[in-house]
């Protein structure tokens, strides 16, 4: 009888202290909640229209590999030339479809937001003026995934650089990425995440992905060069290839590629 006691004492004790616990985890699930889209328009003013861009160089560079750099500048415009043999536009994905889909995603969202909160943003014109300072890097520092990541042997292997330089591949993803924020977040108060000491802005909140299935050490799926083995995701000027970051979708809170 008091074994039985006993049971029933412990029965109801597990009892009683089920609806508690209930309480507890609930209590535990509104503590932890999701981190929300963080990547927002702070109101302050972008750059649009004609903007001069002035490129800075520091070190020694060849003519080959200062042209990999002007041309992707020049790439940034649907009509910019092409060559004496080649039409005014490079094929889709082309830079200059990466370069629209900013003004899609970020420039046209800023110029709606003033119209309609009046907000102090808007339109930066041609007397803004966007300085580009490059200075020669070492591939194995800054050109992923042009360079062995380390992630260990079962890594994916290195790209082949499009340009057939490692280095300048490199510093024209570190480029795209300075003209992606450089007209988004010019003065610290347009669209960015995180501090704004040290934002992540529209490419670089999308480190590391440049096509779709991308994930840490795997640059996700590309175009190939059949030619040349070279990986890439934007075609040129003057016939060249490129591989441009992914640009981050503050209406979808994911990364959006060209390919």
Request: with cysteine; hydrophobic share 40%; aromatic share 8%.
């Amino acid at each position: 009888m008091a074994k039985h006691s006993v049971l029933l004492l412990l029965m109801a004790l597990a009892a009683t202290m089920a609806v508690p616990s209930t309480a507890i985890c609930r209590k535990l699930m509104f503590l932890v909640q999701p981190q929300p889209n963080l990547l927002t328009y702070h109101n302050g003013a972008v750059l649009s229209g004609d903007i001069p861009v002035s490129i800075l160089w520091y070190g020694r560079f060849t003519p080959a590999q200062k042209a990999v750099v002007s041309d992707f500048l020049l790439s940034l415009s649907s009509a910019a030339p092409q060559g004496p043999s080649s039409s005014s536009s490079s094929p889709a994905p082309s830079v200059a479809q990466w370069w629209s889909s900013i003004n899609q995603l970020y420039l046209s969202k800023a110029e709606a937001a003033v119209s309609k909160n009046g907000a102090h943003g808007g339109r930066g014109g041609s007397k803004q003026n966007a300085r580009v300072i490059l200075s020669g890097q070492c591939p194995g520092q800054c050109a992923w995934p042009f360079h062995q990541p380390a992630y260990g042997p079962q890594a994916p292997p290195p790209l082949v650089p499009p340009s057939g330089d490692a280095g300048m591949d490199g510093v024209v993803i570190s480029v795209a990425s300075m003209v992606a924020g450089a007209v988004t977040n010019p003065f610290g108060d347009g669209f960015y995440q995180g501090d704004s000491a040290a934002p992540l802005e529209a490419a670089t909140a999308c480190e590391g992905v440049y096509g779709k299935g991308a994930y840490p050490g795997y640059a996700g799926q590309l175009l190939v060069d059949a030619a040349t083995g070279a990986s890439y995701n934007a075609h040129g000027a003057r016939g060249r290839k490129y591989l441009l970051p992914a640009l981050f979708d503050p209406d979808t809170s994911a990364c959006s590629t060209l390919v």
